[in-house]
């Protein structure tokens, strides 16, 4: 770390695929699925792109306090910033490019196509697929400014105590909440088995594309979506302290729907285009003409 990042600032990843590359580390296979020789994060040697996903978990848990969050609610859940009919949306989230290698990597489209026609492919529900089409919208959140640590990365709760089962605990010494008595305990602000509805989430794009079609979607496409940054859950199991009967039962939709966004990317890019007629009457099934962002 140090000196090479500097310039880079508070953008310290290439691209935003650089977080989910790293995620793939540290699970190379779907839960339930790991072998005994696990792959160890620690052993990963690739030494650049370690330092630029520490930076940015540096920033990501420095940074994500219960104040924080409670500001970026009050300013996107005003829903003021933009309203674009679903598919300029789609286009607007598509000019998200960034410094990484524009032959390799695909784009957003094609990344919500992979996760979308992986689902299809295994016959679930069109909802479920309309789900994985659109789970990564809320990364527009980046175009309107926001730093990559508020948009990607694990998500956690705020207002308790950290996980030591995120991702580099140790950054969260950083955390002003840490040494906040309020939510430094187990329960902080929580009760025991609250549920999650009670829980506030680090601020991303889980919780912000939740927030715009909650009122459109099924209740366990609403968790998949809400949920599926929040490892420290359903891949660790760390907060089944804040979860009631109900959370544990939707959870079983965010495991299913892990595999598919984790482990559905491959290099050949879908036909955009054969696909669109489908994908059309799809969204025009469940989602208003026009979305507010
Ligand atoms: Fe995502
Ligand atoms: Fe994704």
Known sequence: MGAQFENKGNQPLKSLEEWEDDLLVRYPEPKGKQSKTKVAYRNYTDSER??????????????Q????????E?????????????????????TLVD?????????????LLQTSEAIRADGHPDWFVLTGFIHDMGKVLCLFGEPQWAVVGDTFPVGCRHSDKIVYPEFFDLNPDSQDERYNSKYGIYESQCGL???????????????IVKDYLPEPALYMIRYHSFYAQHREGAYDHLLNAHDREMFKWVDKFNPYDLYSKVPVAPDVKALMPYY???VAKYLPPVMRF
């Open 74 to 94: 009050k300013e996107y859940l005003k829903f003021d910033k933009r309203e674009m009919p679903f598919w300029e949306a789609i286009r607007f989230l598509n």
């Open 50 to 63: 370690v330092d630029t996903v520490r930076e940015f978990y540096r920033l990501n848990h420095t940074f």
């Open 280 to 282: 059309e009457d799809l």
């Open 197 to 211: 509805e009670k829980v506030m989430m680090s601020w991303g794009h889980d919780e912000y594309l939740y927030q």
């Open 65 to 72: 306090t219960y104040d924080f969050v409670c500001a970026k």
């Open 99 to 111: 410094d990484s290698d524009p032959d390799t990597d695909l784009d957003q489209l094609q990344h």
